[in-house]
């Protein structure tokens, strides 16, 4: 493809994406497909001979639209939001025609230079400690995901662990890790991953509201370290997934102080909210913290993949993550001057990802974010509100900030016909989990595009189906 | 951003990376900034207010642009080529736009089946064994990088081998794993991300053409066993990072059989010219493969990120690598009838990457993927050529594809005034190694746009150097 023709292309290419965001809120959010039914359209054999864009993007229209799930529709309350904008979505096509390695600085300064001025700015942004700044010890880096974030803080912690303790073989086979029993599956996952097991990792008991109960766990690290294990590391999760509880960071960092564990928070959705200076003590007590995560990816109008992890000891994490080869070796690394991010992530090669994360910043400014949040939050608070009035309905847990659990009144089959239901049917959709091992409908409202108008017309259609699944 | 600003301002995005790359070839290759120049140019704070497009773009060129190291010129030949083409950028781009979640087959139908689809067309476009394909008992799946993959492969493989022995505390700690000394340094971040520890990865010597020496592995493995540790896992690498080199799978295979270890083939970038059959003995043995991966985003004109991996038996990657969590039930998964890739990879979250696979595959067509890696390696032989004519410089290694290691004959002193002073003045840029403990250069070609003209000029640059550097 000459660069003519990426002009013509790229202009359809625009188009298409345009139109598709125009018309996405009129498409049925769930995908109607039957497992095979797109490969079943797709050839046995590659092509041979070069086929035309034009015939690859009709496909777009005719093999692979049928089968998406619109997570841009105005009217997608599932999961969560992995939004989007224009601004993120021009970043990530910049990202793409640069097509730049990130690994070290050398390898493109404006990459690792951004990367680090921009997550300096959202430690301002989110009213993070300073520790959190690169201009300190600590600092910030851009991950694919809050599990691989979770996973670098678990293995600076554990880093940190085996050196602080006399060194010995046998001492990683006695770490054990604290999180609460509502936090996110890949804390067990980076246990397994980083080989220290999930039956070393304690699920600490939660209060009413779904939040980590702080006492609990003071009571078990000294239970365990009274039988010589070795505590090191803690999830704090501000918004869980399931119901978007917050754990009391403050007295659970007061637990790590005193036990000498290491402090992490994942905030992965949640965190944004911290924009806004009245949301913000959904932090309260993160000071206290080793290293935190959120994902501007989820709730802040930056396309995935784009989380934010910031430590407050970055040393930590370059021994952990570190390591040397003769075919990195260049002067501006050795020279100490500059950071390399490949010795901050586990894979080595990297994408421009601080591109889009700039361009949604500049294209909102600050007030234009704290807008889109306040006005989703408004908008959970007014839906719970319809919730709670309605006997067809009843809350399942109390609405931090964008999500709203409830379920059907008539129990828990009633609520299973319900969300089958409304997703089957596909003028929203919204998932599922459990609290307090009841089946419990999570609508999560945070699309970029989602406006009043469809949380309205959501209720209107739960209340619909309510009553034709009773 | 409207969608109407959204048809606009991406019209001037396409503009401006077209435009980029029609003079990418002018511009110097390394760029030329020192230290915090890209950060001393960008405001202390972000803004409050939303700011025009129009001025964000105007900053790619005022600020971004003087710190990229020009990855997409044609006289690029450091590190690896991370190339890209017309259609992978567009292929990223209605990514970004449609912005799905892939993390199961029900949160986008076509993203999972789109990738395993390609996947299974690459098997056969390799030459890659059967069982890779998802029709069996194995898969392939797309990962970040290699870096990624091969952590996968060792988490599988660590898995088979916990319960291939009976289940004892301790016997993790008694896991070897081997690579050749020339391996990539992933894999020894790999060994200590998975807790078994570096001291735990043997780096096998390799032969004058630095190869991993097949017999001095088996050697290796049958002292291992004899002292009680627990060989588990050989990573054979096709095109070493160094010199390209390639590892004899076939005789590694049957070393992995006969002990019962699992075979790991990291083909990052010289897996691709298995696509021709005249280069395919590069993948003699890997039938015997238990897992592989290469980089479409390294030598097939993909966009980073982009590695596919394929294992033969996907049961153990699975059961590796997934969970379950209340929130992410659904009625697809517990079928059986899909694939959940998110159970093949570390982080929950992934991108529609498939896409830009599928496009750049449709839009080359087989052959003229074919025809650019050929050309690829017929400039390598022909500057390789004039390198060994030249008494100025000396070989440092054969060239197996599209790599040229080299020296200047007056030694280590000059070969690294040689690469600085090249590197230095713009004109192309090329990057270093050790090989036999010497200072090499390595020349690497396989970015999109070279053709033979560039390498020319790179010779007659490297020429002038040589001279200017005696």
Known sequence: MTPDQLRRYGRQVVDWIADYLERVETLPVQSPVAPGDVRARLPDQPPRRAESFESILRDMDDV?????THWQSPNFFGFFPANSSGPSILGELLSAGLAVQGMMWITSPACTELETHVLDWMVGMLGLPQAFLSTSAGGGVIQDSASSASLCALLAARHKASLGTVRQRGVEQRLVAYASAEAHASIEKAMR???????????IA???????????????IRRDQATGLHPFFVVSTVGTTSSGAVDPTHGIGQACRKYGLWLHVDAAMAG????CPELRDVHRGVELADSYCFNP?????????CDCLFVADRSCLIRA???SADYLENTASTSGKVIDYRNWQIPLGRRFRALKLWFVIRSFGVDGLRDRVREHVKLARELAGWIEADRRFEMAAPVALNLVCFRHSGGEAASRRLVEHVNREG????????LDELLTLRLCIGQTSTQRQHVARAWSVLCDAADQVA
Chains 1, 2 share one sequence.
Do not use: C, Y
């Open 297 to 305: 990816h989820k709730w802040m109008f930056v396309n995935f993949d």
């Open 321 to 323: 993550l570190g390591n």
């Open 427 to 434: 003028r929203i959709f919204l998932t599922q989990t459990r």
């Open 206 to 220: 939660t209060d009413e509201r779904h939040a980590m109960k702080s006492d609990v766990l003071e009571e078990t």
């Open 193 to 203: 991953v980083a080989g220290l097991g999930s039956r070393h990792l304690r699920l």
């Open 272 to 275: 944004t909210a911290a924009i």
């Open 64 to 68: 692979i639209l049928p089968g998406i």
